[in-house]
């Protein structure tokens, strides 16, 4: 965020405007896809994959040869100099030099926040580790606009790992900006959403249920997003053997369902929704990745300040609220899967988050810790 | 082959006369490339290979580029969702969303009829284990118009891996379309044609001889078309080592050849023809791969409905012939190297082959089964 | 270098004058890269990286693109046939059918000569093994030039791992056409500049002392070249463990630096340079990134034989020098490293280097053996 960039790195970094907006843009990019064709000539799109991961890659990707860019990048860390033990800030201040616009997945919490300080060009978090993951939100915003026509007074049932599930919590944040959403959050007891989710949903008014039975729930839901019950969150073999079938929908499941509701899944699959239910129209999984591509188009325009009718303004990052009391080099982030567990010579940043508990979050991965 | 969307899985999947005209249309752009460097603008080609294939790969890819169109993909399975379980299905269900036309390289024979079967974009079978490849077949039958000046009245040795060499069946099969075709077919005992070949030649009237002697059967021959003994498939690594060095083509085993003999191979070679053989002039295995970036770019204008002087038709996929007796889901294929072993929920389909030998066919690896 | 063509292999390929030219052109790149934008339209660059090397093959990929062309290839053997056992004789031969231009690392020393002795396209080494690396030292020729406004009467210091590295090697080399150079090499005992590489800066009356205390160097210099030790070059991991730390550029280090020093580093840095150091103007080694691309710019437009306004005469590959006394399969190379010792009946080639002491140098890894 070197220069003021603008960068995307949660969900939050967009306004619920700027989001309607990419949304209105990839409506423009359906009706007529040879308006938006030469968009990005001569502009590049970097891909800097740690860790694989196909269809978000190849959605970017595709998105920006859509508009007439190209793309360069490595899709896992063996390909990279990652493997020769070269950091990610040093990753990005090179990259930086070569591509107009950066798209990243890393396994590391705060990983793009990183390579973000340490870029030139505007930034897109794909994915670091079980932090965030923007633009598959931005997908499931389309989808339901589209699908359901509006994005208020929705029931929103969301079933799987609610605990480890990153979609899940930016798919809750993004929906808490529209009014009469209410959520039936369905999971075992060992995935439910985590304490900090429900405080601030309880914070904020919001309506929700928290249940282990799917079926029970569906006649009322507007929408149903499932999850995969992913194996590397489990240390315990055993415990994901005996959960991972419990969430698995299945045809005769969706028979009391609504005639209009909308199943989503942020994909892979594994099992967790039957091949069976392909066929049902209700099925929307498959569309999400054709709404994601539209919204990476649009994200990718508005980042670089390009149109269809030639360049417009480049957006600035938002002016730093007052800045809140920083400890720098005190206390060191406790959890392991935190980019500053491996990142050398990262300086461990905590901002205080809540004064009269003594809290303070980390800035790179959101870890709470209590200080004083 | 949603929306009779055409595919070539099998060389067999096109025919003779389509062949020709891909091959008049490779021996245009060979003279005028200029004028085929824009045909495929704004189109995308995604590469999917679940395993490695440098050559076929880059193949594609430059074939794609030269048409000036544009490349995306993953070059195995690591860099890939396969890796998180995600089944081919629902690979090519993701991916027909993002470009226009897939080709695909899998270890399971009958991947690529599966991929297509979910795919809204024509998919090319770049190899799918010890199945298809037709695209090289393609760029064997070019060589031999080009360095022959024919595709009939040959004879046409065919030496090494005779049993699980799939380039070697496939040529067949293509070279059987034509007249005055001889065989000769050159191979150690444990790897000689399946018998389900050479019956099926005894059926359509071939002439072929089997031998295991490579210099004996040289001076008769038109083309010699080598092939790598794969250490992949033999279980007994011994074996491997006392057959691998039993048919290497040196220069003075083609001192008996004809002047114009046109020596080929399905590349990479390891030893199977001594890098001595390079300079002579009969050796073509390096000019079937210029041949086949020219039939993959005459492929793939093909199957998008595009020439150099603007869009045509696109190809519909051929109306399914008077139905067969079919078996879903009542017996299963035993085949380990079928796709039907590792995909999950695809149904175990089959289709009758011989009525009176109770035989069915796997629709996805062609394997017969005895059942009644 | 079939047909006479071009390759650049070492920076020596280069004259003079010609890198001064390749220079001149990435200064005018840098005043307005939109003149270049489609200097290579239709033209693809195959990168053929043998084993991973994201900055440097990033770099070469986003040149080509840069310059209006395309580009394929693998980033690592595992995706490339070479696991099947190809040579990398065979796939220059098969690669150059496909692309108008190759950049290629390989492990092996030697690896991108064999390759160039195939190809009927121009070969760029970027990398082979602990040999050579010519497109690095254009970078660092031109962020000298830049930085200090000259290229004579300058005192390089040069500090790390002088033994194995190979950009060093270079850096002299190409320092040494010429005049006012004088070194300060800093190095462990262990990692000294190799005997041949002093005898030939004795030889060439060159000015040059041998330390192993970098601060006390610090004043004198005018560029300071700080490079990696390498974990790979070390059998002994205690031997390693022991000297890397011992050369870390840090703040206080440089108290004694002059006001315009010139900090240099090939990357990717483990913790040879503190990332304290980056927010120093003296440091340059991520410039030397943004220099490292428009040099590649105008390495691939030379060889290309294109100009911003068009075609110009190809380079041609330089008249032979009268030839030296040749052994042909008489001795064998016994670098470890050498591409000799794994390319499948490569001859083994040396050429009489020094007359008198009997020697002979390897035409591969530059080895040198005594034969009489």
């Given at each position: 965020m070197k220069k003021d960039v603008r960068s995307v790195i949660s969900i939050l970094d967009l306004t619920r405007e700027e989001i309607e907006s990419l949304m209105d843009t990839a409506d423009e990019i359906e009706r007529d896809p040879e308006a938006f064709s030469e968009v990005c000539r001569h502009k590049q799109l970097a891909t800097l994959f740690f860790e694989p991961s196909t269809r978000t890659r190849l959605s970017f990707e595709s998105a920006m040869l859509s508009l007439g860019g190209s793309v360069l990048g490595f899709s896992s860390a063996n390909s990279s100099s990652a493997s020769k033990g070269e950091s990610v800030a040093d990753t990005f201040e090179v990259v930086s030099n070569y591509a107009d616009i950066i798209a990243t997945r890393h396994p590391k919490e705060g990983a793009a926040y990183v390579g973000a300080l340490h870029s030139s060009v505007p930034v897109v978090n794909a994915g670091d580790g079980g932090h965030f993951h923007p633009t598959q939100t931005l997908a499931d915003l389309l989808t339901i606009r589209r699908k359901k026509g509006r994005l208020n007074d929705l029931c929103i049932g969301i079933c799987g790992d609610l605990k480890y599930g990153r979609t899940v919590h930016s798919l809750i944040e993004a929906m808490q900006?529209?009014?009469g959403i209410s959520y039936v959050l369905i999971s075992p007891e060992e995935l439910r959403l985590p304490g900090y989710m429900t405080d601030k949903l309880k914070a904020e008014g919001a309506e929700y249920v928290e249940t282990a039975d799917l079926e029970a729930s569906m006649p009322k839901l507007d929408v149903l997003y499932m999850t995969r019950i992913q194996k590397?969150?489990?240390?315990d073999e055993a415990e994901y053997q005996r959960l991972k079938d419990s969430y698995i929908l299945t045809p005769d499941k969706l028979?009391?369902?609504?005639?209009d509701l909308c199943i989503m899944h942020?994909?892979?699959?594994?099992?967790?929704?039957?091949?069976?239910?392909?066929?049902?129209?209700?099925?929307c999984y498959f569309y999400e990745t054709y709404c994601g591509k539209q919204m990476r188009m649009a994200l990718i325009m508005f980042l670089l300040g390009l149109t269809k009718d030639g360049a417009r303004e480049v957006p600035k990052a938002p002016a730093k609220m007052e800045p809140k009391k920083v400890l720098r080099d005190v206390i060191s982030c406790k959890n392991p899967a935190c980019i500053s567990s491996t990142e050398q010579e990262l300086p461990q940043v905590f901002e205080l988050a809540d004064e009269e508990k003594h809290e303070y979050r980390c800035i790179y991965c959101d870890s709470l810790v209590r200080y004083q």
């Open positions: 900006r529209y009014s590397e969150r489990f240390t028979s009391s369902a609504k005639k942020p994909l892979p699959r594994v099992n967790e929704i039957s091949v069976k239910v392909d066929e049902d129209e209700r099925a």
